[in-house]
T-cell receptor, first 113, second 110 residues
Framework: KAGVTQTPRYLIKTRGQQVTLSCSPISGHRSVSWYQQTPGQGLQFLFEYFSETQRNKGNFPGRFSGRQFSNSRSEMNVSTLELGDSALYLC????????????FGEGSRLTVL | KNEVEQSPQNLTAQEGEFITINCSYSVGISALHWLQQHPGGGIVSLFMLSSGKKKHGRLIATINIQEKHSSLHITASHPRDSAVYICAALSMNRDDKIIFGKGTRLHILP
């Protein structure tokens, strides 16, 4: 059974650009959540999608957005990149319920210059 | 004060030692996750629990809902257990949002 797949694994952008990250969940999983990990702040919840609807959102500015497609694949977008957006972005999938076990991808490491 | 606090932040131990990592939280929770992160970034979910105790191999996780405290124990520790261990609380008060602890960096010496 394939795990959670995130693409790209590494990317470098410059300030002001925008970036789109992709997450393909485990087959059958309908929930995809996104997290930002930085050395200073640790892991922080960005948002969660379930059946193409945003179910929850963390405390991030509107530059961070996401969506989920009918096949449960999800994308997150960060517009007008800032240096502080440099981080490891992780997604996780679970079957459905809010208390289900989380399965994480390997992450997308974004560097903003 | 963080809503989820872990201790210790760093822990170095000899192979074979019994390890305990603690997690205290101040919010009402519906579940608590213990996660393991190896260098390179990949995260593995070790346990999800809402009451009592769970065991998987050499790993044991316990939670005391009344005291708002959870512990992760590793018996007969091994260098391959070296990783960052993170507890994450699924908050009832914040629409099921997940709140993470800062992590405990564990280093097991051979």
């Amino acid at each position: 059974k394939a795990g959670v797949t995130q693409t790209p694994r590494y990317l470098i952008k410059t300030r002001g650009q925008q970036v789109t990250l992709s997450c393909s969940p485990i087959s059958g999983h309908r929930s995809v959540s996104w997290y930002q990990q930085t050395p200073g702040q640790g892991l922080q919840f960005l948002f969660e999608y379930f059946s193409e609807t945003q179910r929850n959102k963390g405390n991030f500015p509107g530059r961070f957005s996401g969506r989920q497609f009918s096949n449960s694949r999800s994308e997150m977008n960060v517009s007008t990149l800032e240096l502080g957006d440099s981080a490891l972005y992780l997604c996780a999938s679970r079957r459905g319920g809010s208390t289900g076990e989380l399965f994480f991808g390997e992450g997308s490491r974004l560097t903003v210059l | 004060k963080n809503e989820v606090e872990q201790s210790p932040q760093n822990l170095t131990a000899q192979e074979g030692e019994f390890i305990t990592i603690n997690c205290s939280y101040s919010v009402g929770i519906s579940a608590l996750h213990w996660l393991q992160q190896h260098p390179g970034g990949g995260i593995v979910s070790l346990f999800m629990l809402s009451s009592g105790k769970k065991k998987h191999g050499r790993l044991i996780a316990t939670i005391n809902i009344q005291e708002k405290h959870s512990s992760l124990h590793i018996t007969a520790s091994h260098p391959r257990d070296s990783a960052v261990y993170i507890c994450a609380a699924l908050s009832m008060n914040r629409d099921d949002k997940i709140i993470f602890g800062k992590g405990t960096r564990l280093h097991i010496l051979p």
